[in-house]
């Protein structure tokens, strides 16, 4: 086995051609990538430059303050904080076990045939703009629930703070979440069935082997398998909740209570700031507006990093992949 | 044409096992002419064969020869497998396991299995172990039950330190016997094994092996291998399953079945001879 002798040289012989593509590549992608970096450094600052007049007026006890009196020029975040985390956390209350049941329908129950055509549907539905959703919210859900739902949960379960008397119009809170969850659930509907099918067959075997049925392998090995990334998934969709403003806007009425009762109109942080923002009649109104929009960018970017880091350390599969 | 394939000798299990008494010499499965298809595909078709209890029985032969659709038909596992068909007759213990209104999470209960990836769930030792028991509502005593498991499948003086660390972090082999822990945890009557050691180490195998000689005298032990020296170690009887192939279709048919020693020593049937003397597969 003598090395066989090279009659050509080993030296590159598409010099310049091959190379500039390798360098034309590796720079446009840097570039490409670094602009994502630039636009979000740029956002941010602009923002909180612009909140700054709001900042050096209330400080952070604008967060807690609860007054929103452009007449008297007294500004405070609390209602819409109130707002948003309260319609984002019923959402994630509804949308969460709906969307892991559509999640374990489509990858392990359903049969094949249905799997896909439910499947897009459900894609479909996180695919209607949500103007257009907001305007359904207007004409057809918000009289719904104002008329059905919500005089049914004040007479049966009214006796719980949280289901006050019902709403003439439809406009409000509930509303706004139900809306909310409208959107979410097609979101982490999809996440989670890619998650399950994920999780490796031998192990759902290994459990049906036991003589486990159907529900015990579901319970006992796939949830607990998954649990860290439908964890993330629905702090994404947490993300996507509290940053939506137009169907958001379109349906919750405005105002500043807060109070127990899901039923009554309110505002939160994204709806606040995009009825608000072209009417506003002073600088620092306007800056106080920026100042929710600094909040409400602090927020979204804790949310997706803690779904980052979540699916980075907690996840239970780990190793059992090739 | 299957008729050519059928064994004819009963086999005298109680000469095999050099042990005489009665009981050793039941039918555990008594399986009639099983033709197992995927889609159009044949995969097995005329097997007759009975599998005695307290016995350990190898099923050998090349790949694509149906060993593991065969183990697969005796717990029911191929009903997972979309368009797997089965036809023919498995008696369990006298009950036909494919009649209607039999409950396959029933068969499963009695019938474990061990795959040839180990397949551990990402939980705590114990907790793998103690799976099963859980789910069948064996909660009585669940720390000896899981100390017993896991001393059955050799494995007790490796963990009892670290019960409740991750499964993954043992080895391979340690791997393969917690899953046999786990399998036998919820008491069985016949233990499954398909290629269980093929993943292993020749150490890990051995253990795996002399394993099996022990679980022998409480369960009764079919396994899947392509590995014939493994078998010739651990199996009283052997079954040779072989590709045959003509001009419409192949599939995998029973060639030969009858005590290891004879197999490997002395088969009737050319085919298998040709395998076990390694001119073929």
Same mark, same amino acid.
């Not at chain 1, 309260?86 to 392990?108: F, Q, R």
């Not at chain 1, 579901?218 to 860290?228: D, K, M, Y």
């Not at chain 2, 191929?78 to 979309?82: F, H, I, S």
């Not at chain 2, 020296?229 to 192939?245: G, I, W």
């Given at each position: 086995?003598s090395?066989?002798?090279?009659?050509?040289?080993?030296?590159?012989?598409?010099?310049?051609?091959?190379?500039?593509?390798?360098?034309?590549? @590796?720079?446009?992608?840097?570039?490409?990538?670094?602009?994502?970096?630039?636009?979000?450094?740029?956002i941010a600052?602009?923002?909180?430059?612009?909140?700054?007049?709001?900042?050096?007026?209330?400080? $952070?006890?604008?967060?807690?303050?609860?007054?929103?009196?452009?007449?008297? @020029?007294?500004?405070?975040?609390?209602?819409?904080?109130?707002?948003?985390a309260?319609?984002?956390?019923?959402?994630?209350?509804?949308?969460?076990? $709906?969307?892991?049941?559509?999640?374990?329908?489509?990858?392990?129950l359903?049969?094949?045939?249905?799997?896909?055509?439910?499947?897009?549907?459900?894609?479909?539905l996180?695919?209607?703009?949500?103007?257009?959703?907001?305007?359904?919210?207007?004409?057809? $859900?918000?009289?719904?629930?104002? @008329?059905?739902?919500?005089?049914?949960? @004040?007479?049966?379960?009214?006796?719980?703070?949280?289901?006050?008397?019902?709403?003439q *119009?439809?406009?409000?809170?509930?509303?706004?979440?139900?809306i909310l969850?409208?959107?979410?659930?097609p979101?982490?509907?999809?996440?989670?069935?890619?998650?399950?099918?994920?999780?490796?067959?031998?192990?759902?075997?290994?459990?049906?082997?036991?003589?486990?049925?159907r529900?015990?392998m579901?319970?006992?090995?796939?949830?607990?398998? *998954?649990?860290?990334g439908?964890?993330?998934?629905?702090?994404?969709?947490?993300?996507?909740?509290?940053?939506?403003?137009?169907?958001?806007?379109?349906?919750?009425?405005?105002?500043?209570?807060?109070?127990?009762?899901?039923?009554?109109?309110?505002?939160?942080?994204?709806?606040?700031?995009?009825?608000?923002?072209?009417?506003?009649?002073?600088?620092?109104?306007?800056?106080?507006?920026?100042?929710?929009?600094?909040?409400?960018?602090?927020?979204?970017?804790?949310?997706?990093?803690?779904?980052?880091?979540i699916?980075?350390?907690?996840?239970p599969?780990?190793?059992?992949?090739? | 044409?299957?008729?050519?394939?059928?064994?004819?000798?009963?086999?005298?299990?109680?000469?095999?096992?050099?042990?005489?008494?009665?009981?050793?010499?039941?039918?555990?499965?008594?399986?009639?002419?099983?033709?197992?298809?995927?889609?159009?595909?044949?995969?097995?078709?005329?097997?007759?064969?009975?599998?005695?209890?307290?016995?350990?029985?190898?099923?050998?032969?090349?790949?694509?020869?149906?060993?593991?659709?065969?183990?697969?038909?005796?717990?029911?596992m191929?009903?997972?497998?979309?368009g797997?068909?089965?036809?023919?007759?498995?008696?369990?213990?006298? !009950?036909?396991?494919?009649?209607?209104?039999?409950?396959?999470?029933?068969?499963?209960?009695?019938?474990?299995?061990?795959?040839?990836k180990?397949?551990?769930?990402?939980?705590?030792?114990?907790?793998?172990?103690?799976?099963?028991?859980?789910?069948?509502?064996?909660?009585?005593?669940? /720390?000896?039950?899981?100390e017993?498991?896991?001393?059955?499948?050799?494995?007790? /003086?490796?963990?009892?330190?670290?019960?409740?660390?991750?499964?993954?972090?043992? !080895?391979?082999?340690?791997?393969?016997?917690?899953?046999?822990?786990?399998?036998?945890?919820?008491?069985?009557?016949?233990?499954?094994?398909?290629?269980?050691?093929?993943a292993?180490?020749?150490?890990?195998?051995?253990?795996?092996?002399?394993?099996?000689?022990?679980?022998?005298?409480?369960?009764?032990?079919?396994?899947?291998?392509?590995?014939?020296?493994?078998?010739?170690?651990?199996?009283?009887?052997?079954?040779?399953?072989?590709?045959?192939? /003509?001009?419409?279709?192949?599939?995998?048919?029973?060639?030969?079945?009858d005590?290891?020693?004879?197999?490997?020593?002395?088969?009737?049937?050319?085919?298998?001879?040709?395998?076990?003397?390694?001119?073929?597969?």
């Open positions: 086995m090395a066989v002798p090279t009659t050509s040289p080993l030296q590159a012989r598409r010099r310049l051609r091959g190379r500039l593509g390798d360098l034309s590549l @590796h720079g446009l992608t840097l570039a490409a990538a670094l602009a994502c970096l630039v636009l979000v450094g740029a600052w602009k923002i909180v430059a612009l909140a700054g007049p709001s900042f050096d007026r209330f400080g $952070l006890g604008f967060v807690t303050a609860r007054a929103w009196d452009p007449v008297k @020029h007294v500004f405070g975040a609390l209602p819409f904080i109130y707002g948003t309260v319609s984002s956390l019923v959402a994630l209350v509804i949308a969460t076990p $709906l969307a892991i049941a559509i999640g374990l329908y489509l990858s392990e359903a049969p094949r045939g249905v799997r896909g055509i439910v499947g897009s549907l459900v894609e479909l996180a695919a209607i703009p949500s103007v257009v959703l907001g305007l359904w919210g207007i004409l057809v $859900l918000g009289p719904f629930l104002a @008329h059905h739902v919500e005089p049914w949960l @004040h007479s049966t379960l009214g006796f719980i703070p949280l289901f006050g008397d019902p709403q *119009t439809g406009q409000g809170l509930f509303t706004a979440a139900v969850t409208i959107m979410i659930v979101i982490v509907a999809s996440i989670s069935r890619e998650l399950f099918l994920g999780v490796p067959s031998d192990l759902e075997e290994g459990a049906l082997a036991l003589g486990a049925t529900w015990e579901v319970r006992g090995v796939i949830l607990p398998a *998954t649990r860290s439908i964890a993330a998934a629905v702090i994404l969709g947490l993300g996507r909740a509290v940053g939506e403003a137009i169907a958001v806007t379109q349906v919750i009425g405005g105002g500043t209570r807060i109070g127990w009762s899901l039923f009554p109109p309110a505002d939160t942080l994204a709806s606040k700031i995009a009825s608000s923002y072209q009417g506003a009649g002073s600088g620092i109104e306007t800056s106080s507006l920026l100042y929710l929009a600094a909040i409400l960018l602090v927020l979204g970017l804790i949310a997706n990093l803690i779904a980052q880091v699916v980075r350390r907690f996840d599969l780990r190793g059992t992949r090739e | 044409m299957t008729e050519s394939f059928t064994i004819a000798p009963v086999i005298d299990v109680a000469q095999v096992t050099q042990d005489s008494r009665p009981s050793e010499r039941e039918v555990v499965f008594d399986i009639h002419d099983l033709t197992v298809s995927y889609g159009r595909v044949t995969a097995i078709s005329g097997v007759d064969l009975q599998i005695h209890r307290n016995v350990i029985t190898a099923i050998i032969g090349p790949s694509g020869c149906g060993k593991s659709t065969f183990i697969r038909c005796l717990n029911r191929n009903d997972l497998v979309p797997a068909r089965i036809e023919g007759q498995i008696l369990y213990q006298g !009950s036909d396991l494919y009649a209607s209104g039999v409950d396959p999470v029933e068969i499963r209960r009695r019938i474990g299995m061990v795959f040839q180990a397949n551990p769930f990402p939980k705590s030792i114990y907790d793998n172990v103690a799976w099963g028991p859980r789910v069948l509502g064996m909660r009585k005593e669940l /720390d000896e039950r899981v017993k498991a896991l001393r059955s499948a050799a494995l007790w /003086d490796e963990v009892k330190d670290r019960l409740k660390k991750n499964a993954l972090s043992l !080895s391979g082999g340690q791997q393969q016997r917690l899953c046999i822990a786990r399998a036998i945890a919820v008491e069985p009557e016949v233990l499954l094994l398909d290629e269980p050691a093929s292993l180490d020749p150490i890990a195998t051995s253990a795996i092996e002399d394993l099996m000689h022990q679980l022998k005298r409480e369960y009764t032990l079919v396994i899947v291998t392509h590995n014939m020296q493994q078998a010739a170690r651990v199996a009283d009887l052997t079954a040779f399953f072989s590709l045959e192939v /003509d001009e419409t279709r192949r599939s995998g048919v029973l060639v030969e079945y005590a290891t020693s004879k197999i490997f020593t002395n088969p009737s049937d050319k085919r298998t001879e040709d395998y076990v003397t390694g001119r073929f597969g």
